[in-house]
C-alpha cells in the first residue's frame, strides 16, 4: 500500500528565514505533486514534478523531486506572511491513472 | 476559464437520508476524479472516471457510496443511508494529461 508522509506537520517561522518541507513516498512513482490550501479553501496546484531530478520553482517556492530516494522537498526562501497556508504532496497511486495519494500536510505559519 | 464548480456548497442532511453531490469538469477535460476530506481521515481518493472507461471505484468506502458521469461531462456523487461518519468535505478534480483541478467543494454535514 503506497504511503506518503509529510514532516513536519506544523511549522511556525518567522518572516524573511527559510525552510523546506519534506515527503517521502512509499513506492515507485515517477510523478509528485504539491498543493496549497488555504483555510476553507479548495486545492490549488503548485507544481507537478514529472521525473527523477526534476527541479521547479514558483516566487519564493521551490519543488524538487529524487525518485531515487522517494524524496520530495518544497522549499521556502525568505518567507512572508502571504505564504501561509496547509501543503500537501501527492503521488500517483496507479502509475498513469493520477488517483492520487495524499500526504497528512504541512500546517505552515508565517509569523510577521 | 471556468474552473472545476461543485453543488451544493454545503449540505446538512440528517443521518439515513440520501444525498447527492454535484460536479461540473473543466470543459474537455476528460478525466474526473472525486476525494473526501475529513480531520480523521485526511484526504482520500473515492472514485476516477477517465473518458468511456469503466470508473475505477476502488476507493469508494462502501456500497452507500456511487458516482456516475453523464456524457462525459456532470458527475453526481450519492451517498445513501448517510451515517455520522460521512461528514467530510467532498471534492472533485478534472485532469488535463499532467494536472488535477479541484473544484470548491461540498462541505457534507450528517446530524
Known amino acids: 500500500e503506497l504511503k506518503v508522509e509529510q514532516n513536519p506537520l506544523f511549522l511556525s517561522m518567522q518572516e524573511g528565514k527559510n525552510y523546506t518541507i519534506y515527503c517521502n513516498y512509499s513506492?515507485?512513482?515517477?510523478?509528485l505533486y504539491w498543493y496549497r490550501q488555504d483555510p476553507g479553501k479548495s486545492l490549488e496546484s503548485l507544481f507537478v514534478?514529472?521525473?527523477?531530478?526534476a527541479v521547479k520553482q514558483e516566487g519564493r517556492l521551490m519543488a524538487s523531486l529524487d525518485t531515487k530516494a522517494r524524496l520530495s522537498t518544497l522549499h521556502i526562501t525568505a518567507a512572508v506572511h502571504d505564504l501561509s497556508a496547509t501543503y500537501f504532496c501527492?503521488?500517483?497511486?496507479?502509475?498513469?491513472?493520477?488517483?492520487?495519494?495524499f500526504g497528512q500536510g504541512t500546517r505552515l505559519t508565517i509569523n510577521p | 476559464g471556468a474552473g472545476v464548480s461543485q453543488s451544493p456548497s454545503n449540505k446538512v442532511t440528517e443521518k439515513g437520508k440520501d444525498v447527492e453531490l454535484r460536479c461540473d469538469p473543466i470543459?474537455?477535460?476528460?478525466?474526473l476524479y472525486w476525494y473526501r476530506q475529513s480531520l480523521g481521515q485526511g484526504l482520500e481518493f473515492l472514485i476516477y472516471?477517465?473518458?468511456?472507461?469503466?470508473?475505477?471505484k476502488s476507493g469508494l468506502p462502501s456500497d452507500r457510496f456511487s458516482a456516475e458521469r453523464t456524457g462525459g461531462s456532470v458527475s453526481t456523487l450519492t451517498i445513501q443511508r448517510t451515517q455520522q461518519e460521512d461528514s467530510a468535505v467532498y471534492l472533485c478534480?478534472?485532469?488535463?494529461?499532467?494536472?488535477?483541478?479541484f473544484g470548491p467543494g461540498t462541505r457534507l454535514t450528517v446530524l
Open positions: 514534478l514529472l521525473s527523477n531530478g
Open positions: 470543459s474537455g477535460h476528460t478525466a
Open positions: 501527492a503521488v500517483d497511486g496507479v502509475q498513469g491513472a493520477q488517483k492520487l495519494v
Open positions: 472516471f477517465q473518458g468511456n472507461s469503466a470508473p475505477d
Open positions: 478534480a478534472s485532469g488535463s494529461s499532467d494536472t488535477q483541478y
Open positions: 513506492t515507485t512513482s515517477d510523478r
